[in-house]
């Protein structure tokens, strides 16, 4: 017997998408603009001003997506709804055209034996709650339970896995503090009122799943291991914030009721004093949680906003087409830092991938087959499923992988300048082309990790 890693039996193998990355066609079939929209049609916010508007054109090519994903023999599939197909002005009337969309595609995920796992949120507010406040109005923690309700009634059932949100952290940091992503802004009094906003409404919408909902739900966070640069008090006290902002600030308020202190001193008189109902509110039982992990941060004492916190480059490290390092220890030492700081709470990799750079258009083989090469990414993929597979023989409860991502996709900001799919997309033929690590990793599934 090989000693090579055999996975827990019933270990869950898939791979993610989010809507506005994959589906194109953002205002078809009555859809209201969602912030993406807005933000892709302003000027300088988008590199090279590519937009959603046509993406992968899932919206259409859906079913021979779904065709595809059981020939490379995927369990499941994690994916996002756009709120504002399901509520074009984000609360009252829905858009039964929108909701007939995803109803299919789960109906052709399930009749292709292929688990649906389904976020509430990745990142598309719909514009219209945008005008009246967004992440900043304490009503959306309401607006978000009616949205995700009316999708619990439709689909619980055939949906048995439900996420609230994809990654606050980045929704906050990246939304309204540092301004990179949509909605943009960029104020350090904002982002935590849009942060304590958002597991608010995570919150409201996981106490709504217990009232209609009989399956499983549970939060995704993006977390990253942050390694001291050296052993100065003030390196270690660098390390001690960015832990605390990034990989605390979410999971400690819903899995333990609680902010981390690190918070108040980072954010100072713009870090509000929240009222109690709101941490009750917040601390919702889960039935699981979606680590995203893509790299680890050695990090420094430095002049930074508004963390005064910086990162140092590795000059023997390897590093992906998105500057981060490849580190796959940083997850198995992540895993169990979850375990030992909140429990056994099962957990799910809902991301974990890299964008190397792979060509364009795919090569023809000697044989004529449609080839795209990507040895990095499956060195990538080999070495970070190995790291789980340490994590769970010490103990971490960790109940499946989602690769990130199954397509080429629009990598929010970066437009398609990125490419993390396991399956090449040519854009302007909207061409799939399975990658060698794809044909890797349908043979990973098919030997529950044997062929690592
Ligand atoms: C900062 O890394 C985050 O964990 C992260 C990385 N990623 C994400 N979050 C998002 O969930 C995806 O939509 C991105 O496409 C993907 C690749 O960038």
């Known amino acids: 017997m090989s000693d090579a890693p055999v996975f827990p039996q019933g270990f869950l193998w898939g791979a993610a998408t989010a809507a506005h990355q994959i589906e194109g066609s953002p205002l078809a079939d009555g859809a209201g603009p969602s912030i993406w929209t807005r933000f892709a049609h302003t000027p300088g916010m988008m590199l090279n001003g ?52 995803y109803s299919r595609l789960v109906d052709e995920l399930l009749a292709n034996g292929i688990e649906p796992l389904l976020t509430l949120y990745h990142w598309d507010l719909p514009a219209a709650l945008d005008d009246r406040g967004g992440w900043l109005n304490r009503d959306i923690a309401d607006w978000f339970a009616e949205y995700g309700s009316v999708l619990f009634r439709a689909l619980d059932g055939r949906v048995k896995k439900w996420v609230t949100l994809n990654e606050p952290w980045v929704v906050t940091d990246g939304g309204y503090l540092h301004g990179a992503l949509a909605p943009g802004h960029r104020s350090r009094f904002e982002a935590p009122i849009a942060s304590h906003n958002l597991m608010r409404a995570h919150g409201a919408a996981v106490k709504a799943y217990r009232e209609i909902g009989k399956h499983e739900i549970g939060l995704v966070v993006n977390i990253e291991p942050k390694y001291p640069a050296t052993d100065s008090a003030e390196d270690q006290a660098a390390v001690r914030r960015a832990h605390a902002y990034m990989n605390e600030q979410y999971l400690h308020p819903a899995l333990l009721g609680h902010y981390p202190p690190e918070l108040k001193e980072i954010f100072g008189e713009a870090w509000p004093e929240w009222p109690a109902e709101d941490y009750a509110l917040i601390k919702q039982p889960l039935d699981f949680v979606g680590i995203n992990y893509y790299t680890r941060s050695v990090t420094k004492a430095a002049t930074s906003y508004p963390l005064n916190t910086g990162v140092v480059k590795q000059p023997l490290g390897t590093y992906t087409e998105t500057g981060w390092e490849v580190f796959p220890q940083g997850l198995t030492d992540l895993l169990l830092w979850f375990k030992q700081t909140y429990g056994d709470l099962p957990v799910y990799i809902t991301e974990n991938g890299a964008a190397f750079f792979d060509p364009p258009t795919a090569d023809v083989d000697a044989a004529g087959n449609r080839r795209v090469r990507d040895p990095l990414r499956m060195d990538y993929l080999r070495k970070h499923l190995s790291a789980i597979h340490d994590a769970i023989q010490a103990g971490v409860d960790i109940r499946g992988y989602m690769l990130w991502s199954f397509l080429d996709n629009l990598e929010w900001s970066l437009g398609y300048s990125k490419r993390f799919g396991m399956v090449h997309v040519n854009y302007g033929t909207q061409e799939r082309t399975p990658k060698d690590s794809a044909r890797w990793y349908s043979e990973v599934i098919r030997t529950h990790g044997r062929k690592l």
């Open 50 to 101: 590519d937009t959603g508007d046509v993406a992968c054109d899932h919206y259409n090519r859906w079913k021979d997506d779904v065709k595809l994903m059981r020939e490379l023999g995927l369990q499941a599939y994690r994916f996002s709804v756009s709120w504002s197909r399901i509520l074009p002005e984000g609360t009252g009337r829905v858009n039964q055209k929108g909701l007939d969309f």
